[in-house]
């Protein structure tokens, strides 16, 4: 069992960053596939923004975000990370951290996803 608690939303003026956390417990951290999804205020589905393959680092982005978000994560400290900057306000949504099966490969695809975190809310406005 994978427990995931987000942290880090808020706020943002247009062109700000924020940085979120995913803390995981358990002892298999190091080899959970793990991503980043997010629902806009509206939307009915939950899309893909990250994903970080655990076996080689390879991280994988949706086209609306390469080049302003980066997720990253520490094995020591069971965290992942998702690093927002430029900021747009159509980036305003919960954000959640999700983790597949240990061991198993990453996918965009949110219906593989095994673990979800609460979310946190991320608001992009001036």
């Known amino acids: 069992q994978v427990r995931l608690v987000e942290s880090g939303g808020g706020l943002v003026q247009p062109g700000g960053s924020l940085r979120l956390s995913c803390a995981a417990s358990?002892?298999?951290?190091?080899?959970?596939?793990l991503a980043w999804f997010r629902q806009a205020p509206g939307k009915d589905r939950r899309e893909f923004v990250a994903a970080l393959d655990w076996s080689d680092g390879s991280t994988y982005y949706e086209d609306r975000v390469k080049g302003r978000f980066t997720i990253s994560r520490d094995n020591a400290k069971n965290t992942v990370y998702l690093q927002m900057d430029s900021l747009k306000l159509e980036d305003t949504a919960v954000y959640y951290c999700?983790?597949?099966?240990?061991?198993?490969?990453?996918?965009?695809?949110?219906?593989?996803?095994?673990?979800w975190g609460q979310g946190t809310q991320v608001t992009v406005s001036s």
């Open positions: 358990g002892r298999t951290f190091a080899s959970l596939p």
């Open positions: 999700a983790a597949k099966t240990a061991g198993s490969d990453w996918s965009p695809d949110k219906t593989k996803y095994d673990y």
